[in-house]
């Protein structure tokens, strides 16, 4: 899911509707927060946008201890099914040869 919508500003109004859709990470604190948070609003310079908790923890961000991030709802899990058959679709319409396919499969 890219990020198409302002997160900033989900973050400041703390908008119940975005959560679990994003993750802010706040580079002065090294900490990752839902965006329903009730810690001070960081400024915009030190917000990274994450779209699971799992990448805002791979980048090195730890939860938060107020809203605690991890346990957060999200979004349904894409099959396994149907991200190989995306991958395959675009491939194919780069131009990759069925063997080519195969083969990433």
Do not use: N, W
């Not at 890219?2 to 994003?22: M, T, W």
């Amino acid at each position: 899911m890219p990020l198409d919508f302002d997160c900033y500003q989900a973050l400041v109004a703390r908008d119940a509707r975005f959560d679990g859709q994003f993750f802010v990470a706040v580079k002065s604190t090294g900490i990752y927060c839902r965006p329903i948070c009730s810690a001070c609003t960081p400024r915009k310079s030190s917000c990274l946008f994450m779209e699971t908790a799992a990448a805002a923890e791979h980048a090195g961000f730890r939860p938060c201890l107020r809203c605690r991030p991890e346990l957060a709802p999200s979004a349904p899990a894409v099959s396994l099914e149907e991200a190989l058959y995306a991958a395959i679709r675009t491939r194919a319409l780069q131009g990759d040869s069925v063997d080519e396919l195969a083969a990433r499969a």
